[in-house]
DNA sequence: GCCACTATATATCGCTTCGATATATCTGCA
DNA sequence: TGCAGATATATCGAAGCGATATATAGTGGC
C-alpha cells in the first residue's frame, strides 16, 4: 500500500469509536486539531475515498430524507495503521507566523513602532486564548485524556506567548529609556 | 498594485542595507526566518521578478567570471512598501505539528505508548534547541537587535516545549501510577 | 595539471494544501 | 410560508514546498 499522508490519519483519528461523516469530521478538525494539524474539504473527501479503497474504513449510506449522507468508520485494519503510526517518531514542525516576521524585520521602523508590533502579536495571543477556553468550556469531563492534554498545552502555550511579548516590550523600553518619551 | 504576499516582504527585508542574490536570499531564509516563514527558490525567483516589475528593487548584473550573477537592492518605494506592510497587525499564525496530533489521537494506544509520544516529542526540542543555539553562536553580537530578539524567543520556547512535555508525561505517570511498573 | 567535491546561481516541475465556492437538501422559527 | 442557517458532498484555482536540473566557480588532494 502507499504511504498514507497526515491528513489520512486525522481521519481514522476520527472515525475511531464512532462513524462520521465528512462534514462532521471537518467540523472537529475545526475545533481541535486545526490549531496544530488543518484539513479542507479538498483533502477530506478524496482521502476518504482512498482510505475506503484500502479498506482502512468503510462507507455506509444513512441518507437523512432525500439527502445523502455516508458516514465512515474504522476497520481492523485501519485501527492497526493508526496504531502503527502513532508509534512512529513524529517528524513534521511548521510554523507560520507574520508577527515573527514583522519583528524579525522591525529595524526597519522607528523603535516605538517596532514595539507596537509586540503589542499586536500580544492581543493576538489574547484572542486566541479566549477562542481556546471558549472550546475548552465547551468539552465536559467526559472525554479521552490526551484531546483535553492538547488543548490545555495550548492554552499554556499562548499565554506563555502573550507573556513573552509583554517582557520584550518592557526589555525594549528599559534598554533604550531614552525613546520612551517619544 | 496588487497586493504583495508575506514572501515578497521578506525578500523586501533581506534586501534593505545590501544587495543580495536571490542565491544568498535562500541562504539567509534557512539560516532565519524559516523556522517562522519558510520560503522556496520557487518562490523567491518568480517573486524578485515581480518586485523589479513593481519597481520595489533594482536588479544589477554583477557577474562572477562567466557565471552570471544579479543581486537586487531595495528602492525607495521598497523602503517605503515595507515600513507600511510592518506597520499592519499581523494576521498569519498556523501550525502543523506531527507530535501534537498523535498525541491528540494517543488514546488509541496503550498508555505506556502514549507517555512515549511525549518522550519522542521532547527529543525533537532539545534537537532543534541545538540547532537553534548553533545559530546563535554563528552570529555575533553586530546585528540588529530584534532577528536576535526573535532567535532567543526561539530558544526560550523551545525550552518550555521541552519542559511542558517532561510535564506532562510526569502527571500522566502520577495520575495512572498502577501503570507504572509495566 | 587533473579530478572530485562542494558552493554558487538560476530555473522549473509535480505534488500537496488552502480557501473559496457551487450545488442541494434539511431544520428551525418568525 | 418563507428564508436563514446548518448539513452534506464536490471541485477549482492559487499558492507553497521539496526536489531536482543545469551550469559554472572555487578548493583540496594527489
New interface residues.
Given amino acids: 500500500m502507499e504511504q498514507l499522508n497526515?491528513t489520512a490519519?486525522?481521519i481514522l483519528?476520527f472515525v475511531?469509536g464512532e462513524p462520521r461523516s465528512g462534514y462532521e469530521i471537518k467540523a472537529l478538525v475545526d475545533n481541535?486539531?486545526r490549531?496544530?494539524?488543518?484539513a479542507s474539504y479538498g483533502q477530506i473527501y478524496p482521502e476518504l475515498k482512498r482510505l475506503t479503497e484500502a479498506g482502512l474504513i468503510v462507507g455506509s449510506d444513512v441518507p437523512t430524507g432525500s439527502r445523502k449522507r455516508t458516514v465512515y468508520e474504522i476497520t481492523a485494519d485501519g485501527?492497526e495503521e493508526?496504531?502503527a503510526?502513532?508509534?512512529q517518531?513524529?517528524?513534521?514542525?511548521?510554523?507560520?507566523?507574520?508577527?515573527?516576521?514583522?519583528?524579525?524585520?522591525?529595524?526597519?521602523?522607528p523603535r516605538e513602532?517596532?514595539l507596537?508590533?509586540l503589542r499586536?502579536?500580544k492581543?493576538?495571543r489574547l484572542a486566541?486564548y479566549e477562542r481556546l477556553r471558549a472550546i475548552e468550556q465547551m468539552k465536559g469531563e467526559l472525554e479521552?485524556?490526551?484531546?483535553m492534554?492538547?488543548l490545555r498545552?495550548g492554552l499554556?502555550?499562548t499565554q506563555?506567548?502573550a507573556q513573552?511579548c509583554e517582557r520584550?516590550e518592557a526589555q525594549?523600553l528599559d534598554?533604550a529609556p531614552e525613546k520612551r518619551s517619544k
Avoid at 35 to 38: M, V
Wanted: glycine fraction near 6%; hydrophobic fraction near 55%; charged fraction near 25%.
Fill in positions: 497526515a490519519y486525522v483519528g475511531r481541535s486539531t490549531f496544530f494539524w488543518a485501527e493508526l496504531r503510526w502513532l508509534r517518531p513524529p517528524q513534521t514542525f511548521e510554523m507560520r507566523d507574520e508577527g515573527l516576521l514583522k519583528l524579525f524585520f522591525a529595524d526597519a521602523l513602532e517596532g507596537e508590533i499586536s502579536m492581543a493576538q486566541i479521552d485524556p490526551f484531546p492534554i492538547v498545552g499554556e502555550f506563555w506567548f513573552w520584550m525594549l534598554a
